[in-house]
Antibody, heavy 122, light 111 residues
């Protein structure tokens, strides 16, 4: 059974760096074709993909946020960490991590965490 | 402004068939597969359709997906009240070193 859970601060101040951890079970991030992604959703708005890290440590970032994002993995701890620098109130959102399968023709997220709401405010 | 374009809303009565469209370009839908996610109110998204038309285990066959050129569609037949949710399409985009792109979402109301 695959499960994922996001953890991190619920409130950050503008200009601070956000660090979120995704702790998962039921799969290994060293298995070929597997990845973990981060997706966010501002209140009342659409989903926005942020970053992906694959079993082979290949990393992909949203072009519009690339300069602010870093994604890393700790395979031994079954964790993926996302950092986002220079937080702004517009970054207030629910942040999800999700299990990714990479197949010919694209990726898809078949298991999602429950999400964690991060509010950016002074 | 989302890369993939969906209608903001759709509606139908119980038992009806509804379709939700998703329009993209040659760098995303035109060259990669499309996935659909269902988000019930207050919950995390759930994979509904992957690889254009494949249903994960447990998804009713009332849900179906299709793709043609740079557009895709999600069809829901035999509409039920519990289908009221937000629906998002997504695809890999080959531009700018590769990325995942989502549609803006469609809120489905069961009248």
């Amino acid at each position: 059974q695959i499960t994922l859970k996001e953890s991190g601060p619920t409130l950050v101040k503008p200009t601070q760096t956000l660090t979120l951890t995704c702790t998962f079970s039921g799969f290994s991030l060293s298995t070929s074709g597997v990845g973990v992604g981060w997706i966010r959703q501002p209140p009342g708005k659409a989903l926005e993909w942020l970053a992906l890290i694959y079993w082979d440590d290949d990393k992909r970032y949203s072009p519009s946020l690339k300069s602010r994002l870093t994604i890393t993995k700790d395979t031994s701890k079954n964790q993926v960490v996302l950092t986002m620098t220079n937080m702004d109130p517009v970054d207030t959102a629910t942040y999800y991590c999700a299990h990714d399968l990479s197949i010919a023709g694209g990726d898809y997220f078949d298991y999602w965490g429950q999400g964690t709401l991060v509010t950016v405010s002074s | 402004q989302s890369v993939l374009t969906q209608p903001p809303s759709a509606s139908g009565t119980p038992g009806q068939r509804v379709t939700i469209s998703c329009s993209g370009s040659s760098s995303n839908i035109g060259s990669n597969t499309v996935n659909w996610y269902q988000q019930l109110p207050g919950t995390a998204p759930k994979l509904l359709i992957y690889s254009n038309n494949q249903r994960p285990s447990g998804v009713p066959d009332r849900f179906s997906g299709s793709k043609s050129g740079t557009s895709a569609s999600l069809a829901i037949s035999g509409l039920q009240s519990e289908d009221e949710a937000d629906y998002y399409c997504a695809a890999w985009d080959d531009s700018l070193n590769g990325s995942v792109v989502f549609g803006g979402g469609t809120k489905l109301t069961v009248l």
